[in-house]
């Protein structure tokens, strides 16, 4: 107990740090076991590491939330609930990132720059493994970021701070991969960051609860899985990384990063009502 209530105490970096720690102290042999019985099917091990990495994050906040954060219902205090207004706001949220791909997507056909094409894989198929995809993404990254550190980070620091340094950390970490693959996606950088502080204005807006940036994180996850993995475009000519948002990451695009400039100026306006004056 005297550790826990230590733990409390200490500044939020090294919160996060001995959480993390911890995290990936069981999920690392787990990853190598999944790699091991599943060396010819790496979806297959994808999945199996990732299922295994959110099961044991749940677990651990669930821990911690009671331990550190001194919660009786630590998933609702990291803005996870199931009430029926959380589930509409994540299908309004959903609607909005599938609606925003498909403007997107329509802004660069009806510019010239893209033309559609039939899709490489059968559309029922396509756009139910994307819905899985989506799901999963949404669900684990907003409980991630805009759940769990974004509140660790609110303890010690202005929101303000809080907001764009959880954001800033979301972006980064898509860029753990080897030296070209970073350098290659590096232009989507500052998209990130701002579809950071986009999910984050979402939690806001709905009073901490996690289903508007759920649903809207999965909604653009599914519009952009559709389009990629469906191969639904094709560019006609070679165009610069800053006019082709379905020819790698759309926040690396001008349009994309509009886009997302758009989306988060809405919700920043509607976390700024949500604020009591």
């Given at each position: ?183 290659q996606s590096l232009p989507a950088l500052p998209g990130l960051i701002v579809l950071g502080a986009a999910l984050a204005w979402a939690r806001r807006a709905r009073g901490g609860e996690l289903g508007l940036a ?64």
């Amino acid at each position: 107990m005297r550790y826990w209530q230590a733990l409390a105490q200490r500044p939020a970096p090294l919160r996060l740090g001995v959480f993390v720690a911890v995290w990936l102290l069981p999920w690392l042999p787990l990853a190598a076991l999944a790699a091991w019985l599943l060396p010819t099917r790496p979806s297959a091990e994808t999945v199996a590491s990732a299922g295994g990495a959110f099961v044991l994050f749940v677990g651990l906040l669930r821990v911690w939330g009671r331990r550190v954060q001194r919660v009786r219902q630590p998933l609702r205090y990291y803005g996870l609930t199931t009430t029926p207004a959380a589930g509409r706001d994540a299908l309004q949220g959903f609607g909005v990132g599938a609606a925003a791909i498909a403007g997107l997507l329509a802004t660069e056909v009806g510019l010239g720059w893209a033309l559609l094409q039939p899709p490489a894989l059968a559309l029922p198929r396509l756009l139910g493994e994307g819905l899985l995809s989506a799901l999963g993404v949404g669900l684990a990254e907003e409980l991630v970021f805009r759940g769990w550190l974004l509140q660790e980070l609110q303890r010690d620091y202005a929101a303000g701070t809080a907001l764009w340094a959880s954001a800033g950390i979301y972006a980064s970490l898509h860029y753990v991969q080897p030296l070209p693959q970073l350098l290659q996606s590096l232009p989507a950088l500052p998209g990130l960051i701002v579809l950071g502080a986009a999910l984050a204005w979402a939690r806001r807006a709905r009073g901490g609860e996690l289903g508007l940036a759920i649903g809207l994180h999965a909604g653009l996850v599914w519009g952009h899985y559709a389009i990629d993995v469906g191969e639904l475009v094709r560019y006609p000519v070679e165009l610069p990384t800053w006019a082709t948002a379905f020819d790698g990451h759309p926040a690396a695009s001008a349009t994309g990063f509009l886009l997302l400039g758009g989306i988060a100026l809405r919700l920043r306006r509607a976390a700024r009502r949500r604020q009591p004056r």
